[in-house]
């Protein structure tokens, strides 16, 4: 345990107060873009219960092999009862707690000035999350630092107002192929005596392509189970800006998924996107009262970002509700076969056979789970977590969006 992994403390100003170096147990799942977490179990006489139990108590884990740590965040949770001889502090990723921050439509205005209908963003899946976080971060004034935008990932639209990131940047992770790690920047006392600033590091991750076809005949997978689902919508009507007689509507047929899936599939649903077209309306209002060439210009540039904002809208729904072929691969680690830098990491594209079907899967979850009598388990896990609980989480949770968007309209 010691030489595979650690288990660092640091309190609320992220000044690093110790180590769990000999904890009773320890459940950490890894996950890409969805929250991890670990459950650390440790004895009620620990000399580092005092510290987890002061409120703001942050903790970060490493793992022999991947750079940087596989989870930091704050205790979120501490459970323990009169008869245990232990204590099992759970810790939620930082990656949560940014998510739980609300996007404004005017980021950058004052609350009483929130002049537009909605944020509205296109543009390259890194571009558009780390524009989102950024602006959040310092409307709060919180110590996150956004790293540089690559623009990396799909070519997306965005738009939201008053709704939770996770409901903004979660579809836009996931169809953009790009992953997202807020990792701890702590307090360090440098050799002069003064102090760097502490924070969090925001950063996303482009997924690689593991170079080795994983097979249960092999022995690498232990368990597999495979679902695959048709079509939930293969049409599309879209309603732009405009209210009543006087609003835009525009459509979009997934002719590919309605020639693969046969007319048995057909299924049409509506976009509810009323902010869409408002800088073309004002600009088209503009050209109308005074045609000349600024006017022109203007219309111009807003028509081609209305066709823009129109193209990624039909993108993310043809994406959200396209057909989906899930695989849950669970792996041995070997000596083959290991998580890290060198061999998998959460995100990446794995090829995978299982009986007679081939594809490729993310890894979307690892779990390190440690006890005194087995020792270190890694577990990586290929695929979409397939369990109902998950199912219905991820039900509830588009719901809960749907609701809170009209509840902010």
């Known amino acids: 345990m010691v030489s595979a992994v650690r288990i660092e403390v640091f309190d609320k100003t992220l000044k690093r107060v110790g180590m769990i170096g000999a904890p009773l147990s320890m459940k950490a799942s890894i996950r890409h873009n969805s929250v991890s977490t670990v459950d650390v179990e440790i004895d009620n006489d620990s000399p580092r219960l ?51 921050l609300l996007g404004w439509p005017n980021p950058a205005n004052a609350l009483t000035a929130q002049t537009s209908l909605n944020d509205d963003r296109s543009g390259p899946a890194e571009t558009i999350v780390k524009g989102v976080i950024q602006a959040a971060v310092t409307r709060l004034g919180l110590p996150y630092t956004v790293a540089p935008d690559l623009g990396r990932g799909t070519v997306l639209h965005g738009s939201w107002r008053m709704i939770p990131l996770a409901d903004v940047l979660l579809p836009i992770l996931g169809a953009g192929n790009v992953g997202l790690s807020v990792q701890l920047r702590p307090l360090v006392t440098r050799g002069d005596g003064s102090q760097g600033s502490p924070g969090w590091a925001v950063d996303c991750y482009a997924p690689r392509t593991y170079p080795r076809n994983l097979t249960d005949t092999a022995g690498t997978i232990t368990d597999w189970t495979l679902e695959r689902v048709s079509p939930s919508a293969t049409r599309w009507v879209l309603g732009a800006v405009g209210t009543d007689t006087a609003r835009r509507f525009y459509s ?158």
């Open 50 to 100: 005092p510290d987890l139990l002061t409120e703001g108590a942050v903790i970060q884990v490493f793992y022999t092999g991947v750079t940087g740590p596989i989870i930091s965040g704050p205790v979120t949770k501490l459970t323990s009862t009169m008869l245990g001889r232990s204590v099992v502090v759970t810790v939620t990723d930082q990656f949560a707690m940014i998510l739980n």
């Open 252 to 409: 979009n047929v997934d002719t590919a998924a309605e020639t693969l899936w046969g007319p048995a599939n057909v299924t049409e649903r509506f976009i509810d996107a009323s902010s869409i077209g408002t800088d073309l309306v004002t600009a088209e209002n503009a050209y109308a009262a005074t045609p000349n060439a600024t006017t022109q210009a203007a219309l111009t540039a807003a028509q081609q970002k209305f066709n823009t904002d129109i193209f990624g809208a039909f993108i993310n729904a043809q994406k959200e509700r396209g057909a989906v072929t899930s695989i849950q691969v669970t792996l041995s680690q070997t000596n083959t076969v290991q998580y890290g830098d060198a061999g998998l990491l959460r995100g990446d594209m794995v090829p995978v056979t299982a009986g007679t079907v081939t594809l490729n899967a993310v890894l979307s979850e690892c779990t390190f789970t440690w006890d005194n009598q087995v020792g270190l388990v890694v577990t990586p896990i290929v695929g979409q977590v397939l369990d109902s609980a998950r199912q219905l989480s991820r039900f509830i949770n588009r719901l809960r969006r749907d609701v809170h968007l009209q509840q902010v309209k």
